[in-house]
């Protein structure tokens, strides 16, 4: 079963609304979670590195106040999307892990599909 | 320079016959890990395979493997006997002790499964 769940899978939202994408360990705790970004025939873009406790990293070009990350627990981070556009339209996914070395397990949720209309 | 790099797009095989997706990479790091994923269309990105920079042999799971040549940089990944349900984007990804974690991942290759 899955280790990581993401929710919602599919979410439509109006534009100029925010919309929140949860994205939980089930079985383990996760000192690290990992947002990506997934366009259509694409590879995956990070968008952010979350540790628990502390403000989220972000990648250059992700805008932070549009992207809001928390990962308040070692069980659960949360992306908020600000004021979304039809452009933030996209496939989200996360990932999480135990540790930040090579060999750590990275395990990913089921993503979730966003259109903004 | 890119440090994953898939060179193959799409990919066609026949079903029951094996197929190699190529992937190479680019690192200074001593350690680092190779890991293949496949996403079907409905995203979810399923971990194959996974080769340490310091493991001596090459990984194997199932009817995946991985043809690891470290002094080459490339770590293929091997599907033998290929079903009609392998039919999927393939990543291949690298993570470096020294990058905090994160994954890097190459451009995909789509595998398309012929009956």
């Known amino acids: 079963g899955a280790v990581v769940s993401q929710h919602p899978s599919w979410v439509i939202c109006k534009s100029g609304t925010s919309v929140k994408i949860e994205c939980r360990s089930l079985?383990?705790?996760?000192?690290?979670m990992f947002w990506y970004r997934q366009f259509p025939k694409q590879s995956l873009m990070l968008m952010a590195t979350?540790?628990?406790?502390?403000?989220?990293?972000?990648e250059q070009g992700v805008e932070k106040d549009k992207f809001l990350i928390n990962h308040a627990s070692l069980t659960l981070s949360t992306l908020t999307v600000t004021s979304a556009h039809p452009e933030d339209s996209s496939f989200y996914i996360c990932?999480?892990?135990?540790?930040?070395?090579?060999?750590?397990?990275?395990?990913f949720g089921e993503g979730s599909w966003l259109t903004v209309v | 320079a890119q440090k994953i790099t898939q060179t193959q797009p799409g990919m066609f095989v026949q079903e029951k016959e094996a197929v190699t997706l190529d992937c190479t990479y680019d690192?200074?790091?001593?350690?680092?890990?190779l890991f293949w994923y496949k996403q079907p269309s409905s995203g979810e990105m399923i971990f194959l395979i996974y080769?340490?920079?310091?493991?001596?042999q090459n990984a194997t799971e199932g009817r995946y493997s991985l043809n690891f040549q470290k002094a080459r940089k490339s770590a293929n990944l091997v599907i033998s006997a290929s079903q009609l349900g392998d039919s999927a984007m393939y990543f291949c990804?690298?993570?470096?002790?020294?990058?905090?974690?994160?994954?890097?991942f190459g451009d995909g290759t789509t595998l398309t499964v012929k009956p």
């Open positions: 979350s540790n628990e406790g502390s403000k989220a990293t972000y």
């Open positions: 079985d383990f705790q996760a000192t690290t």
């Open positions: 080769q340490g920079s310091y493991d001596q």
């Open positions: 690192t200074s790091d001593p350690s680092y890990g």
């Open positions: 990932s999480a892990t135990q540790g930040s070395r090579s060999g750590n397990t990275i395990y």
């Open positions: 990804a690298m993570r470096e002790d020294t990058n905090a974690g994160k994954s890097t």
